[in-house]
């Protein structure tokens, strides 16, 4: 059976890493989470002083992007962490505050193109799923299947105040809400690499779908594409 580049673009919030991961256990290939990667600039930046909720330090940032080493090791259940020149930050990079980071961070053309290098090595031998915001547009245009995915704002934040609310964050929906228009209106009107859908992607919207029902469809265009 051929091997394929599995690519899964969408806002925040709609799930892409929990349905690429299903996918890339069922059909045994690796499973590379970009937004870990960008949380994980971001969390570097913070410790260094150049991120705060009101400044972003750009020539600094711009200065050391190049020191960032990201890798993800597999656990033995299957499942990655994202590590961080030598170190586990997978629980330091899962907040609010690291989400949002990553979306500031994001921004930077040199931070956006360090990140897509390292992506791309990572797809080098094809056997990936990789999400993202500009997988199917920017790092991987080539990809057998694109996939975006898609879900209204109200039903994305709450999933995303249940989560947090699960690994004990005190948050309000209309607060998640709010930071969850700000950052789709931030990932779209960026200069480097906007969020959009690649024109030949597949669109889920999986606003009324359950978590087996969106795997099922995703699962289907997989089997048609390696199949074709």
């Not at 020539?59 to 597999?74: H, K, M, P, S, T």
């Not at 193109?113 to 990572?122: D, N």
């Not at 934040?157 to 969850?180: F, I, S």
Request: hydrophobic residues 40%; charged residues 30%.
């Amino acid at each position: 059976m051929k091997k394929i580049i599995v690519a899964i673009d969408g806002f925040s919030s709609c799930g892409k890493s929990t349905m690429a991961r299903k996918l890339a256990r069922e059909v045994g290939y690796v499973y590379v989470d970009t937004g870990a990667m960008y949380r994980a600039v971001a969390l570097y930046c913070k410790r260094n002083g150049w991120l705060t909720p009101g400044t972003m330090d750009v020539a600094a940032i711009e200065a050391n992007i190049g020191a960032v080493r990201l890798e993800f090791r597999l656990r033995a259940d299957g499942s990655a962490d994202m590590w961080l020149n030598g170190e586990n930050v997978e629980q330091h990079i899962r907040t609010m505050e690291m989400s949002d980071g990553a979306s500031r961070v994001s921004t930077l053309g040199v931070v956006r193109r360090e990140m897509v290098r390292q992506q791309q090595l990572m797809g080098l031998g094809k056997g990936i799923v990789m999400d993202g915001r500009d997988i199917g547009t920017v790092v991987f245009p080539e990809a057998e299947l694109k996939v975006f995915l898609t879900a209204s704002a109200e039903v994305r934040a709450k999933r995303r105040m249940d989560e947090l609310l699960a690994k004990g964050e005190a948050v309000e929906y209309d607060d998640v809400l709010a930071k969850v228009k700000e950052r789709d209106e931030r990932d779209q009107s960026r200069a480097e690499s906007p969020l959009r859908k690649a024109e030949d992607a597949h669109v889920i919207d999986n606003t009324d779908l359950t978590p087996e029902e969106q795997q099922e469809v995703l699962r289907e265009l997989f089997t048609s594409t390696v199949g074709g």
